[in-house]
Structure formats: C-alpha cells, structure tokens
C-alpha cells in the first residue's frame, strides 16, 4: 500500500487537538467522516483491481508482444515516471490543494490503461505502463494528503487498515478475472477493465472531495515545496537508463555494448542524484524523517523482491496460468490487510510505539520469505510456500502503515505532502531497482529461466528485510 500540507481550508473538517478527540472520540464510517471514507476507499478499491489485474496478466502480455526479456522494463517503467510525478504532486498539493491532483491522476490513469490495452508491441507497452505510474504518483500523494487533512488524526490508523482492508476483495477477484478475460478475449480486455469502475469511483469520491478544498490558506506552502523537480527527474533518468540497459545488454541482441554505456550512464546519475532527491540524510538513516524514508525503501525492496517475481515464478517453474500465478496475489492482499486491521488495534497502537510494530512487520517479512524461496527450488509444495509468504504479507500490513502514519506524526502540517512524496519516491526506487536488477537476470536467462535464478530475488530481498531491522530504532526522534 502507498504509501504518501497545507493548513486546512476553512470547508475542510479536521480535529485541531488532542483534547477534543479524547472527550468526542469519533468513528472512521460516522456520519461526519462517512464521505470521505466512503471515497478513499472506493478509490483504493480501483487502484487494487487495476494493480492485481496487471500484475497476473504480465506474464502472458509479454510472451504475447514477444517481450519476455524486457519484462523488468515493463515493471519499471511505471516506477520510473512514478518518480517524477510524485515529486510534481508534491508541489501541487501543497499549492493547490489535493482534489485537483486527484482528479488530474484519475484522467491520467484513463489514457493509460487504453493506451496499454490497445499496445501493438512491448515498446508501446511500455509507454503505456508509464503513463500508468503518473497517473499512480499523482494519485497516491493527493490521495493520502486527502484523507490526512479530512480526517482527525487519531483516525489515521484506522483509515490505512481501511485501506489494506479494500485490497481484499481485489486480490481474491482481481487475479481470476484476469484469467477469465484473457482466457475468453484475450489480454488487452484486463487493461480496459478497470476504466469501466473509474466512472463508479469517481461519483462515491465527489462527496468527500467537496469537503476539501484547494491551496492552502494561511501562506505556510514554504520554499521547500519549491524544491527544483531536477534531482526527482534525475533519479528516474537514472532508473530508466539502468531499466533498459540490462536486457539490451545481457539478452543476447546485438546491442550489448549500448547496453553497458546505458547500466555506465545509469550508475553514474544514480549516484550523482540520489542524494538529492531525497531527504538530507536519508542514506544513512539518520533519526526521524529520513530514517522513514530508509525503512521505507528497505520495505519495499525487502516486500516487492519477493512478492514482485512470485507469479512469474509459478507461471515459469510450475506452469500455472495467469489465474492459479495470481493465487500469490490473493494471499497478499488478504494478509497484508489482517496485518493492517492488527496494526490499526488501540491495544496495538497503545503497546508497540512504530519502531517496535515496523521491526515485528519486518522480522515476519524475513521469515515468511522462507516459503517462497523453498517453492522457488521446489524443496516444499504450493501450499507450504504461499504459508511464509501470507506470514510476509501480515508483516507488510504491520510495517508499511506504521511508516505511513509516522511521515505525518513527524512532519509539520504546511510540509506533509513534501514528507509523503520523499516517502512514495524512495519506495518506488527501492521497487525499481529491485526490476531493474531481477529484469537484467531474467532477460540473460529468458529462454532458460528456472527456480534458482528466482530464489536468490528472493534471497536479497529477505537480506533486505534483516538490514532494515537493524535501523528500525532510528525511526525515533533524537531526543535534543
């Protein structure tokens, strides 16, 4: 789950303290708070079925375009416009408020999923995945600003569960109906799919978004919302450079050496930008902020190492079609929304302060990961290896809102979408990197892939998951 301002408008319902929440405490789904609950989730909902719909079908879409070595592109390339649109939503919400750039990244998300759809070959493929994680950057951020600004704090928890809870029913359907679609029209159909909810989603949302208005009122959007987009449009260029680099170098073609100049190129920017586009600190995970963004990044690589290749890996090494491969997919939809709704608990909250909630999502993520790794190498059956990663899943749905709430507990009102983009772009590297490097292994391997090319993706990503316990400490403020 995303993860990801301004001062309230004077239309804008929020909680200004404490004390009033304690003497009025308030529900998620009241009254009060039902349209934008309603509304969030709704939107979730979409974004959840076009998500587990993608990812089944990817598989089939690439060996259908003749495209199987530029599979990890494909995955990257919505992480790499990603990038940049939440540093461009960053800026705008804080200047113009969150319901603008909401409905701009609903448009977006249109024009994306036709312009996939309708893809005659995998380099028009993938420009349509890219114009999918814009509308997903842009989206994300207003989303979370949002319901953030909306919503009282003491309701933060509970909404990320609601959250997490609205994956469910898309991880159980999403995947068969994929199956179904490719299997009765073909592939394109899974794409359309969700443009015919938009519409639905849309009219629930309109409540709530009339409640919160535009830019922020008071003049706090400070300088650092004017942060040049450079270091965000650097860092993606970097990504996309390394995205493409790997299969055109290791596929077998006749453009190994562009191949390398573009991972050289890559590298070079990665390293020239990374510091940049992220906040002061963050590299070395110092306490607060930057050490959110860190774990975030961590979580991500640590998660998405795994869960990312697991229906590649069933459709490959166990010749499943897109309907059984997107059974992984089910699981992680319905643990990791247990493990929110468990995170969301008042005797949770009030026991486990975030550190301690993130280093219990983490070490569950390490063994769990177990499960997968073992199925990879065909050591255990399906049902013993999708058993660690529903145990992996349950620790995402601790960890992942845990982070979440913090960026808001820690950064003041007038920085939040600032805090949450530098949140969303270091999860989307961390995703990125994952494809860029799993995509230059597969594309080297893509007529004989097999389980042990899968199981060390999966072991980094476990690897991942055991540095980030290590800094969760870090996540407290350094007492001055």
Do not use: C
């Not at 989730?41 to 495209?67: K, M, Y």
């Amino acid at each position: 789950m995303t993860s990801t301002a301004a001062a309230p408008s004077p239309t804008t319902t929020t909680v200004s303290s404490t004390t009033d929440d304690s003497l009025t405490p308030e529900r998620l789904f009241s009254a009060k708070h039902l349209p934008v609950a309603v509304g969030v989730v709704a939107l979730v909902t979409l974004g959840a079925f076009e998500n587990r719909a993608t990812i089944s079908i990817l598989p089939t879409a690439a060996r259908e375009l003749d495209g199987l070595a530029w599979f990890g592109p494909a995955n990257a390339a919505s992480m790499v416009t990603f990038m940049v649109a939440v540093a461009m939503a960053r800026r705008w919400v804080d200047r113009i408020g969150s319901r603008a750039v909401l409905l701009a990244g609903l448009g977006t998300f249109a024009v994306a999923q036709v312009v996939t759809a309708s893809a005659p070959a995998m380099a028009v493929f993938i420009v349509g995945r890219g114009i999918s994680g814009v509308a997903e950057g842009l989206i994300d951020v207003s989303t979370l600003v949002f319901a953030a600004r909306a919503l009282p704090e003491h309701l933060r928890a509970k909404v990320f569960a609601t959250f997490a809870a609205a994956w469910i029913l898309p991880s159980l359907v999403g995947p068969g109906a994929a199956g179904v679609a490719e299997s009765l029209v073909g592939w394109r159909l899974v794409f359309l799919l969700p443009t015919f909810l938009l519409v639905p989603a849309l009219l629930l949302l309109l409540p709530g978004l009339r409640r919160v208005s535009g830019p922020p009122t008071d003049g706090t959007s400070t300088s650092n919302s004017d942060k040049p987009l450079v270091p965000a449009v650097g860092l993606a260029g970097a990504v996309a450079l390394l995205s493409v680099g790997g299969p055109l170098a290791f596929d077998g073609g006749p453009h190994r050496y562009a191949g390398l100049s573009s991972l050289v190129m890559g590298a070079v920017l990665l390293v020239v930008t990374i510091r940049a586009a992220l906040p002061p600190g963050t590299l070395t995970a110092a306490h607060g902020i930057p050490a959110v963004v860190a774990l975030r990044t961590l979580l991500v690589i640590a998660f998405g190492g795994i869960g990312g290749y697991l229906p590649l890996m069933l459709d490959v090494t166990h010749d499943v079609g897109p309907a059984l491969a997107g059974i992984s997919l089910s699981v992680t939809g319905v643990f990791w929304a247990g493990g929110s709704a468990v995170h969301s608990l008042d005797a949770v909250q009030s026991r486990l302060d975030a550190a301690g909630r993130v280093r219990l999502g983490l070490a569950f993520i390490a063994i769990g990961g177990i499960g997968p790794v073992l199925l990879a190498l065909d050591v255990v059956g399906m049902v013993p290896g999708l058993t660690g990663w529903a145990l992996a899943a349950t620790g995402m749905g601790l960890a992942s809102p845990s982070l979440a709430t913090e960026i808001f507990t820690l950064a003041p009102r007038h920085e939040q979408g600032q805090a949450t983009a530098a949140s969303q772009i270091g999860a989307s590297l961390g995703s990125a990197l994952t494809m860029v490097g799993g995509g230059a292994l597969i594309a080297a391997r893509h007529d004989s892939l097999d389980g042990r090319l899968f199981a060390v993706l999966m072991g980094i990503a476990i690897a991942a998951a055991v540095i980030a316990l290590t800094i969760t400490p870090r996540l407290r403020v350094r007492a001055l």
